[in-house]
T-cell receptor, first 113, second 115 residues
Framework: DQQVKQNSPSLSVQEGRISILNCDYT??????FLWYKKYPAEGPTFLIS?????DKNEDGRFTVFLNKSAKHLSLHIVPSQPGDSAVYFC????????????FGTGTRLTVIP | DTGVSQNPRHKITKRGQNVTFRCDPI?????LYWYRQTLGQGPEFLTY????????KSRLLSDRFSAERPKGSFSTLEIQRTEQGDSAMYLC?????????????FGPGTRLTVT
C-alpha cells in the first residue's frame, strides 16, 4: 500500500529551464512533506520541506507547492543545473507519534547541458 | 556538525550469519531512525528511538532484527541468521524534536549483500 506516489520515474530537462517533479499522497493524516535528493551510493540529502498550514515554501532555486485538497505536491527547480541531476524522493509524515517518513519511489532527474 | 555516519559502508555475508551495523547521529539530535531501501523503492521505516527508548517498530522488523541505542547516543542494528531477502541498503537518520523542525538527516547507508 503505497501512501506516497511519484508516478514519473524519470524526467529530462534542458539546463536553465524549469524542472517540475510531482508527488501524490493518499493519507489525510500527513501534515508535513519533504523533498530529498539522492546521488548513487549516498544517503538522501534533505532539500526542502513544507507544513500543511502552508501552500508554498521557497528556498533559493527550489520551491515546493502543496495542494491539500488534491493531496498533491510539487517541487520546482529554477533554473535547472547539471548538478541537479539525481534521484528526487518525496516524503510525508504525520507530526504526531513517530514522525517516521513515508517515501515515494523517486524520480530520476537528468539536466542536459 | 559532522553529519550522520554509518559503519560499515558495505557488508557482504553468507546466509545464516549475523551482522551488526552502527549509526552515529548528529550529536545533539534526540531521535534516531532506521530505514531500509531496496532497489527501485524509497526508504521504508524500520524503527526509531527517542533518546535511548525504542518507541516503535515497523512490521518489517522481524524477530531476527534488533536495534539498540545505549545512552541515547550511537545505535546498532543487528540482523541474526541473515537471509537473501535481507539484502538492501540500511539507512540511519536523526532529527531534533521539540524545536519546531522535523527534518530527518540521513547517513550514507550500509549496503548489505547476503550470498
Amino acid at each position: 500500500d503505497q501512501q506516497v506516489k511519484q508516478n514519473s520515474p524519470s524526467l529530462s530537462v534542458q539546463e536553465g529551464r524549469i524542472s517540475i517533479l510531482n508527488c501524490d499522497y493518499t493519507n489525510s493524516m500527513f501534515d508535513y512533506f519533504l523533498w530529498y535528493k539522492k546521488y548513487p551510493a549516498e544517503g538522501p540529502t534533505f532539500l526542502i520541506s513544507i507544513s500543511s498550514i502552508k501552500d508554498k515554501n521557497e528556498d533559493g532555486r527550489f520551491t515546493v507547492f502543496l495542494n491539500k485538497s488534491a493531496k498533491h505536491l510539487s517541487l520546482h527547480i529554477v533554473p535547472s543545473q547539471p548538478g541537479d541531476s539525481a534521484v528526487y524522493f518525496c516524503a510525508a509524515s504525520a507530526l504526531t507519534g513517530a514522525n517516521n517518513l513515508f517515501f515515494g519511489t523517486g524520480t530520476r532527474l537528468t539536466v542536459i547541458p | 556538525d559532522t553529519g550522520v555516519s554509518q559503519n560499515p559502508r558495505h557488508k557482504i555475508t553468507k546466509r545464516g550469519q549475523n551482522v551488526t551495523f552502527r549509526c552515529d547521529p548528529i550529536s545533539e539530535h534526540n531521535r534516531l531512525y532506521w530505514y531500509r531501501q531496496t532497489l527501485g523503492q524509497g526508504p521504508e521505516f524500520l524503527t526509531y528511538f527517542q533518546n535511548e527508548a525504542q518507541l516503535e517498530k515497523s512490521r518489517l522488523l522481524s524477530d531476527r532484527f534488533s536495534a539498540e541505542r545505549p545512552k541515547g547516543s550511537f545505535s546498532t542494528l543487528e540482523i541474526q541468521r541473515t537471509e537473501q531477502g535481507d539484502s538492501a541498503m540500511y539507512l540511519c537518520a536523526s532529527s531534533l524534536i521539540g524545536t519546531g523542525t522535523y527534518e530527518q538527516y540521513f547517513g550514507p547507508g550500509t549496503r548489505l549483500t547476503v550470498t
